[in-house]
């Protein structure tokens, strides 16, 4: 039988309970508490926060490399986009929040990482009711980055077509919390020695990876990308659009599963990887099997957009 213990014993004893993963934490910060704490020990939210037993909430990830932040306004912007969608206010101004991502960041005292930011429905039960939450919750977190090793970058990478359906297209346009689907799409990767999941809608066109965009140059050069209808807009991806525009033909459309095969590059575009090439789709040779150029230039512009533009901490 669980021994009952009184306030002081149980905190004595969660302290003392390894936790996996401590040495990735940098520093967080619980809004209820009004703190940034550096021992991951005591990152712990309220069981009964809807965002933890119900998936109520939303959240946004950035990075920082060579103690610059990179993107926080379109993070900042899609947050409250998010955040509207699900009739949720946060507990505190935008401008707090932009403030304290960055005093996070700085509090880690590493040279890189991430930041992630949770906006929930907030603790006041086990219901579904949004009601039932007085006051929405905040945690922002810096942790460790694993950028990827060069050898992705020169020798490209494999993908398939995931057995997971595209999020309906109202919830693909949300960043929530509810990243299921996401996960199952990794267990299926990793099960069948893939690298990297596509998950496509129910007509059968491209939406996009598990927590990446992916576009195509088809064979007549042009940058193609999925229409957002299954799929968010990555704040990487509409960046690298904004940086190439004035080299590159670039389409919205629909992307058949044919089309990738016959594509003379499949690029995966995200925060962590910036742009990675991918060789390989359900086991066929895309082109010549090599990473091509749209892809190295758009990673370089994106590097180069980092330095320029991300802010300092």
Not at 114 to 142: H, K, T
Not at 196 to 215: I, Q
């Amino acid at each position: 039988m669980a021994k009952v213990a009184d306030s002081k014993t149980y905190l004595e004893a969660m302290l003392a309970v390894d936790r996996p993963g401590a040495g990735e934490i940098q520093a967080f910060y619980e809004h209820r508490v009004g703190m940034i704490c550096t021992d991951p020990k005591l990152m712990v939210m309220p069981w009964d926060d809807h965002l933890v037993h119900r998936g109520d909430g939303i959240f946004e990830t950035m990075k920082f490399v060579d103690r610059k932040l990179y993107q926080l306004e379109p993070h900042m912007a899609r947050m409250q986009r998010s955040c509207q969608a699900i009739y949720m206010t946060p507990p505190c101004s935008w401008d707090d929040i932009r403030g304290l991502i960055l005093d996070v960041a700085r509090a880690g005292g590493r040279d890189s990482g991430m930041v992630r930011v949770l906006l929930g429905r907030g603790p006041g039960g086990f219901g579904i009711y949004p009601s039932e939450c007085p006051e929405s919750s905040l945690y922002v977190v810096s942790y460790d980055m694993h950028p990827k090793p060069e050898s992705v970058y020169e020798k490209g990478v494999t993908a398939f077509k995931t057995s997971i359906p595209a999020k309906q297209s109202y919830l693909a346009t949300i960043k929530s919390i509810d990243y299921l689907p996401n996960v199952l799409m990794k267990h299926e990767a990793e099960e069948k020695g893939f690298d990297f999941p596509f998950c496509f809608d129910r007509n059968g066109f491209l939406a996009e990876g598990a927590t990446e965009n992916v576009c195509i140059v088809d064979e007549s050069g042009k940058l193609v990308i999925p229409e957002f209808t299954n799929a968010l807009a990555g704040t990487t991806l509409m960046r690298a659009v904004d940086l190439i525009k004035s080299e590159v033909s670039i389409v919205f459309r629909g992307i058949s599963e044919e089309e990738i095969l016959l594509a003379r590059e499949v690029i995966i575009v995200g925060t962590t990887g910036d742009a990675i090439p991918v060789v390989r789709f359900n086991g066929k040779p895309i082109h010549d099997v090599k990473p091509g150029p749209v892809a190295a230039r758009i990673r370089e512009l994106l590097k180069k957009d980092l330095l320029d533009t991300g802010i300092p901490l």
